[in-house]
């Protein structure tokens, strides 16, 4: 399956601010728009790569409105999941948790949501927003 991180490596995404910069690339790809008010005008929000409206102040965080959005484990380790589920459709999420060393129930909702991704798109998209809540207060 396509991995959806164009041609580049796993591995050149070791750090938060590698796969932050790649999420906003793509999530803003075709430019800047409020969700709120629909300026297109933004400025450097509180967060990296965040952006905040110059109208409004509404702010956007990079992973909001994609699949990382309440993502509890690191963005470098989602994205390695992303890989190993995108190369392994049908690997359980006891086996991401034995392979990443990250509790089974947090492999089993981020796979959760990358299956739903599949099963709507027909193939791993991060800024697909899944419809199933997690519920309040999760950041
Ligand atoms: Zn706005």
Redesign the pocket.
């Given at each position: 399956m396509k991995i959806p991180f164009g041609k580049l490596e796993i591995e050149s995404f070791n750090s938060e601010a590698a796969c932050l910069e790649l999420i906003a690339a793509q999530k803003w790809a075709d430019g800047y728009k409020?969700r709120?008010?629909?300026?297109e005008n933004y400025c450097k929000g509180k967060t990296p790569f965040s952006r905040r409206?110059t109208?409004?102040?509404?702010e956007e965080s990079a992973t909001s409105h994609t699949i990382f959005h309440h993502c509890r484990i690191d963005l470098p380790e989602a994205f390695r999941m992303v890989y190993m589920v995108c190369s392994d459709p049908a690997i359980s999420s006891y086996e991401l948790s034995r392979q990443m060393e990250i509790r089974q129930m947090t492999c089993w909702k981020l796979k959760n949501k990358l299956l739903e991704c599949l099963e709507k798109k027909g193939q791993i998209d991060l800024l697909f927003e899944p419809e199933k809540k997690e519920g309040p207060a999760e950041n």
């Open positions: 409020c709120k008010c629909g300026h409206c109208r409004c102040k509404h």
